[in-house]
């Protein structure tokens, strides 16, 4: 009877800690006046397909192509299907969390994948090949942050467990557009996604 009533406590237990959990994984610190996007990752599709709000606005979509075996290269398209941004890792083979992205035709940055114990980290390039942020994520793919080269907090990326959206914030402070940014953070989940399905 005693060792009925301990299992009970126990479940009690964990299903308050995964409660509590879900309910913050995804929490959002203060990062000054920004904008915020919605990222909505569409389920049961052949590709990376996530649709972006921005304050409550149909802003873009991001496409991955169906069906490449080595890369799976994200495009993003405005509200008129229009190509604007394009993150691409075909030249890095070795790497495969590396890509550079493009937009509106023009290179943009080189993200590029850092060997981590825990999570993921990304140092980002201009096409100077400067150093001008760089990008760390937990280990459980629920929180992001994008930091200057003077630690400044410029951008984030939030989800909660066992949900595939995100939402990112850019800060008005960030230097880089929102395109740029939004490509990033939509890049890690595109490595994530794959990483899960291998």
């Known amino acids: 009877m005693e060792m009925k009533v ?17 309910v913050l994984s995804g929490s959002k610190k203060d990062i000054g006046p920004c904008t915020e996007y919605k990222c909505d990752v569409k389920n049961l599709r052949l590709s990376t397909t996530i649709e972006i709000d921005k304050e409550g606005e ?8 169906i069906l490449k075996f080595v890369t799976d290269p994200l495009t993003m398209y405005n509200l008129n299907k229009n190509k604007i941004a394009y993150a691409d890792d075909s030249y890095h083979l070795i790497s495969q969390d590396s890509h550079s992205i493009y937009v509106d035709g023009v290179f943009s940055v080189e993200m590029v994948g850092l060997v981590k114990l825990f999570g993921e980290s990304y140092d980002i390039y201009n096409k100077d090949g400067e150093k001008v942020a760089n990008v760390t994520f937990n280990t459980f793919n629920t929180n992001g942050k994008m930091y200057d080269t003077n630690g400044n907090l410029i951008a984030d990326f939030n989800s909660k467990f066992f949900f595939n959206d995100f939402d990112v914030r850019i800060s008005e402070e960030c230097t880089l557009d929102e395109k740029t940014v ?5 890049s890690y989940y595109s490595d994530q996604s794959a990483d899960s399905n291998s």
């Open 6 to 22: 301990v299992r009970r406590i126990v479940c009690v237990v964990v299903f308050f800690l995964l409660i509590g959990a879900f």
């Open 58 to 65: 149909n802003f873009a979509t991001v496409n991955g192509e």
């Open 182 to 186: 939004l490509m990033i953070f939509c």
